[in-house]
């Protein structure tokens, strides 16, 4: 979301006590789920550990209004407890969970991996097995395409198949990369087209292939979760967002298992505990960019200082804080970087009207218009 105001009458720690508890209750749960699967105590405590202190979970902990998020994991961790022995529940966990957050949509097909992967179930019977869940999880994507509709974000994303293609391919590479070495989390991710970052990808995919010969079983099945976790943000339905932080929260747990799974008894807890302590200090450094709108998006601007987006976000908050020489100043960045951004046009032409600059004014705020004739404020502030 772009910050626009300031709101320093609110205090919305409560949210935050609760987000984190939720937090707090998924972790446990990914703890019994993974014991369940691996019959590990160590193994399975590590995971949980790793999925709670991870740095990229700030985002999702953090952001209030990815309430969704934590809450939809949630239902859906309590129906992959409740699937074994009781169906029904776990069906109706998976419903709340499909109500909180779309993306949790691929649980059926998480079910069927499980069933053929682990239990070894042909999979004529592993999807008779699941097929109810298939229901609510076919209304929710409908819902999540139809409202990407009315917002007008199923527009074609690449000029391609092949470049979307290469571009999600570096993409996957770029999550694995963050679950290992977290040193440069953002709240806006421009993706730019990178030779190394698309053989680091490849790089990934052969140590996936050596994993998969080693533990089979295990190799394809945190594969398939984590490839799967991330289906509905992998661009198949077109969305603004090509990576962020928050599309791991679930989908990490594949990889966090295998990792747990290939480490030698001997080193499983020594290795471990190193890890927890390194992202527990990478989380206590990641929090304070989250503290409010201005410190997240100056993170973002100091990370990437070509990002047009970064740029125009941060004029919104400093408009919020009527520090319109600020607002100035990274309105104009946004637009020189990205001629094209119709709502740069928009907010600096609003913040040269608030400053009396109103020939200039007028030429952005026409500008904006003829790259997107239905902003409202633009026209409104023209006829003003």
Request: proline share 5%; with cysteine.
């Amino acid at each position: 979301g772009v910050q626009t105001c300031a709101l320093p009458i609110c205090n919305f720690a409560g949210c935050h006590v609760t987000q984190t508890l939720l937090h707090a209750i998924n972790a446990g749960l990914v703890l019994l789920l993974v014991h369940r699967w691996t019959k590990n105590l160590p193994a399975a405590t590590l995971v949980a550990c790793w999925f709670a202190w991870h740095p990229v979970q700030v985002e999702s902990v953090s952001w209030i209004a990815e309430r969704k998020n934590v809450l939809g994991t949630c239902f859906v961790l309590l129906a992959w407890l409740a699937y074994p022995r009781r169906r029904l529940l776990s069906l109706v966990c998976f419903t709340l969970a499909a109500l909180s957050h779309a993306l949790v949509i691929v649980m059926p097909a998480l079910l069927v991996l499980y069933e053929t992967c682990m239990e070894r179930t042909r999979l004529p019977e592993a999807l008779r097995r699941t097929w109810l869940f298939f229901v609510p999880a076919g209304f929710a994507a409908l819902m999540r395409v139809l409202g990407h509709h009315d917002s007008s974000q199923l527009a074609g994303y690449f000029s391609s198949v092949w470049i979307g293609t290469r571009t999600m391919f570096q993409v996957l590479g770029e999550y694995l990369t963050t679950l290992v070495a977290p040193l440069s989390l953002n709240n806006f991710y421009v993706e730019r087209p990178s030779n190394v970052r698309l053989l680091v990808a490849l790089g990934w995919t052969v140590g996936w292939v050596w994993a998969i010969r080693r533990e089979k079983r295990w190799g394809w099945f945190t594969l398939g979760w984590f490839l799967i976790a991330l289906l509905p943000v992998l661009q198949l339905v077109p969305h603004p967002t090509l990576r962020a932080d928050r599309y791991l929260y679930s989908a990490m747990i594949g990889p966090l298992v295998l990792v747990a799974v290939l480490l030698p008894e001997k080193y499983l807890r020594t290795v471990g505990v190193i890890v927890a302590i390194w992202f527990v200090a990478l989380t206590v450094i990641r929090l304070p960019d989250w503290r409010d709108g201005k410190t997240l998006w100056t993170d973002s601007v100091t990370k990437d200082p070509h990002s047009a987006v970064t740029h125009f976000s941060l004029a919104g908050y400093a408009i919020g804080e009527d520090d319109l020489l600020t607002a100035e100043v990274h309105a104009r960045l946004a637009v020189e970087l990205n001629p094209g951004f119709a709502e740069a046009h928009e907010r600096l032409g609003g913040v040269l009207l608030m400053r009396g600059m109103y020939g200039e004014a007028r030429q952005h705020l026409e500008t904006a218009l003829r790259l997107n004739p239905t902003l409202p404020d633009a026209r409104r502030l023209l006829n003003r």
